[in-house]
């Protein structure tokens, strides 16, 4: 299995702040990665898709970076409703594999 | 709008089978893979499996032995069936979309909670 690896765990920005999220595959997956958004108790949401490829209704303070085995995921501003849980995801082999998350709370 | 309605028992005793079911509206589910994915409470989001129209499907290795999803064309759903369940396969449940090719998870269900207690 492709091992996904997220980084940080959790982060404490401020609204207004840049924000990076850095997820590592085991192994090289090209550009099968995608980024989702979790909200409490609610579905996750696709933010970007193969990278670096913004979801139809996101907003473009949201950018995806990387290929290979790194990559990024980048709020430009934050703004108070991007307060929640972010996941990658490969989808370059099965099974389909997600990172553990990274939580952006409020300072 | 493409959406997606999981239902099924909220609650199964141990060793017995959980079984839910995907309903998709707005779009043909012949056109997609669909995928189950559950999260446990507290926990990060696990895959389950896929299915492709009626030709294909593919499990998670560590679910492959007691898992079994199928199509219904006729009523345009999906299902999922996982037997001989033990506490640890508590959690919610999601469905959902994925078009062919490299575009991720496009649309999910909202998700249903299913927890494994006699």
């Known amino acids: 299995d492709i091992q996904m690896t997220q980084s940080p765990s959790s982060l404490s920005p401020s609204v207004g702040d840049r924000v990076t999220i850095t997820c590592r595959a085991s192994?090289?997956?090209?550009?099968?990665l995608n980024w989702y958004q979790q909200k409490l108790g609610k579905a996750p949401k696709l933010l970007i898709y193969a990278a670096s490829s913004l979801q139809s209704g996101v907003p473009s303070r949201f950018s995806g970076s990387g290929s290979g085995t790194d990559f990024t995921l980048t709020i430009s501003s934050l703004q108070p409703e991007d307060f929640a849980t972010y996941y990658c995801?490969?989808?370059?082999?099965?099974?389909?594999?997600f990172g553990g998350g990274t939580k952006v709370q409020i300072k | 709008q493409v959406q997606l309605q999981e239902s099924g028992p909220g609650l199964v005793k141990p060793s017995e089978t959980l079984s839910l079911t995907c309903s998709v509206s707005n779009d043909p589910i012949s056109s997609s893979y669909w995928s189950w994915i559950r999260q446990p409470p507290g926990k990060g989001l696990e895959w389950i499996g896929y299915i492709y129209y009626s030709v294909s499907t593919n499990y998670n290795p560590s679910l492959k032995s007691r898992l079994t999803i199928s199509i219904d064309t006729s009523k345009n759903q999906f299902s999922l069936k996982l037997n001989s369940v033990t506490a640890a396969d508590t959690a919610v449940y999601y469905c959902?979309?994925?078009?062919?090719?490299?575009?991720?998870?496009?649309?999910w269900g909202q998700g249903t909670t299913v927890t494994v207690s006699s």
């Open positions: 995801q490969q989808n370059y082999n099965t099974p389909l594999t």
């Open positions: 959902a979309r994925s078009p062919p090719g490299n575009y991720g998870m496009d649309v």
């Open positions: 192994q090289s997956i090209s550009n099968f």
